[in-house]
């Protein structure tokens, strides 16, 4: 499975944007990238997910590398609630195996009031 | 709203004694996942069932069982309970991945406890 990095931690500010970075340097043609966050003591939530072109919903932003090789989750305005671990996962289209989220270590937020 | 519920929250059960944790759905989604998420951890996937399809993963331990008796119900069966199968456990489930990725949507989770 293709990998992705991201830093261990980050902190914001509240109500400032916050960019946080994932590298997947080894990408294939058919991986959706794709963000998911867990709050503290929930399950994982579902934020966004690409293939190439940038996309908006309304929990955030995501941007994508024209090589694909890195991508960047955009939270426009941070509140307190937007502390959380965030994972970035590579996902397949595939008839087969594509079932798993493979969660890395992931980003931990912090927001600072 | 549409959701993913599991019962009870948390669950403590003594060593060796049986416990079975539960999950429903209201999303109508033929895809149902158990993930095992330990202490500080990413969550890992145990199984899934694909309409009434089981699917093991190849590391997850024979003392973990599920049952699918229809669409909206699964449960997760641990027939013998060890110290290190204290976590806590996701419910998921999705639309058809094969052919599109769809996102999976994810319970609050139980939380075992083994005495």
């Known amino acids: 499975d293709a990998k992705t990095t991201q830093p261990n931690s980050m902190e914001s500010n509240e109500e400032e944007p916050v960019h946080l970075p994932c590298n997947h340097s080894t990408i294939s043609g058919t991986d959706y990238i794709h963000w998911y966050r867990q709050l503290p003591s929930q399950g994982p939530e579902y934020v966004i997910h690409g293939l190439t072109s940038n996309v908006n919903n309304r929990m955030a932003s995501l941007a994508i590398a024209e090589d694909r090789k890195s991508s960047t989750l955009i939270l426009h305005r941070a509140t307190l609630r937007d502390a959380a671990v965030y994972y970035c996962i590579l996902r397949p289209i595939s008839n087969f195996g594509n079932e798993k989220l493979t969660f890395g270590t992931g980003t931990r937020l912090t927001i600072i009031p | 709203d549409a959701m993913v519920i599991q019962n009870p929250r948390y669950q403590v059960t003594q060593f060796g004694k049986p416990v079975t944790l539960s999950c429903s759905q209201t999303?109508?989604?033929?895809?149902m996942y158990w993930y095992q998420q330990k202490s500080s951890q990413a969550p890992k996937l145990l199984f899934h069932y694909y309409d009434k399809d089981f699917n093991n993963e190849a590391d997850t331990p024979d003392n973990f069982q599920s049952r699918r008796p229809n669409t909206s119900f699964c449960f997760l069966d641990i027939r013998s309970p060890g110290l290190g199968d204290a976590a806590m456990y996701l419910c998921?489930?999705?639309?058809?991945?094969?052919?599109?990725?769809?996102?999976?949507?994810f319970g609050p989770g139980t939380r075992l406890t083994v005495t």
């Open positions: 999303l109508n989604h033929n895809v």
């Open positions: 998921a489930t999705s639309r058809d991945p094969r052919g599109y990725p769809y996102e999976q949507y």
